[in-house]
């Protein structure tokens, strides 16, 4: 895929910018490009989308604006407000696998962390905790009683707020265009247009994460092996 091949997004018109680090260059412009799946012309709608997700009458998180209902536990983390300095004092017990830059590792045993939505990693610990995503070696650290929702909402603070750095595992770069073309097709219009990711609908984002994880985490998803996954991602890669 496009995103997993060979990380081409991340070129000389791109900046990491911003709350998050999302990204953002040239392509990010979508109002004269036309994006479509399964016949579904998206150039007009993903505007509307847009004015209509920053209308939704859903809750206003202190974390971050989200247009899903969030009950439970997940609720309860976003609606707190995150400390980043505490976040990366509790993020310390997470370095040895996450490093302390939480860049993961490139062979993609570990994700990249640092820059990711607080929003995505809010939900995937509280999943994680409540079984719901399969994550054996995550789960025994996230199931520590210490480990309360002021503390996963300031780890998820700290991490969003760091700056992309270190090395990223890049996939062979054979299928670029072939890649780029089925992500515009089949992703962009969930996970953005440069793989940015949409923090309101908890959708990850993509760009800067390195390719074996990216691989293997499909084919979980393919699998049924995460257990959380969107329904309809999982229909998609299979």
């Not at 479509?36 to 997700?53: D, E, H, N, Q, S």
Request: proline share 5%; with cysteine.
């Amino acid at each position: 895929l496009y995103l997993l091949t060979d990380a081409q997004h991340l070129d000389d018109t791109t900046q990491v910018v911003g709350h998050g680090h999302r990204i953002f260059g040239e392509r990010m412009v979508v109002s004269g490009g036309v994006f479509r799946k399964r016949g579904v012309c998206l150039k007009y709608f993903l505007p509307i989308l847009t004015m209509a997700l920053a209308l939704w009458p859903g809750a206003m998180h202190a974390q971050t604006r989200v247009a899903l209902e969030a009950t439970g536990e997940l609720k309860a983390v976003l609606d707190l407000k995150g400390d980043p300095v505490r976040g990366k004092e509790a993020f310390d017990e997470c370095s040895p696998c996450h490093r302390k830059d939480a860049s993961g590792r490139a062979s993609g045993a570990i994700p990249r962390l640092s820059g990711q939505h607080a929003s995505v990693i809010i939900k995937q610990i509280v999943d994680i905790r409540a079984g719901l995503r399969l994550n054996a070696p995550m789960k025994p650290f996230v199931d520590d009683p210490a480990l309360d929702a002021q503390a996963f909402a300031d780890v998820a603070s700290y991490l969003q707020a760091l700056p992309i750095s270190g090395n990223l595992g890049k996939g062979p770069g054979s299928e670029v265009a072939r890649g780029k073309a089925l992500y515009e097709r089949d992703c962009a219009a969930c996970h953005g247009v440069q793989g940015e990711g949409r923090p309101e609908l908890f959708h990850p984002m993509l760009a800067a994460q390195h390719y074996s994880y990216l691989l293997r985490e499909l084919g979980l998803i393919r699998d049924g092996g995460r257990g959380n996954s969107n329904p309809a991602m999982r229909a998609l890669v299979r």
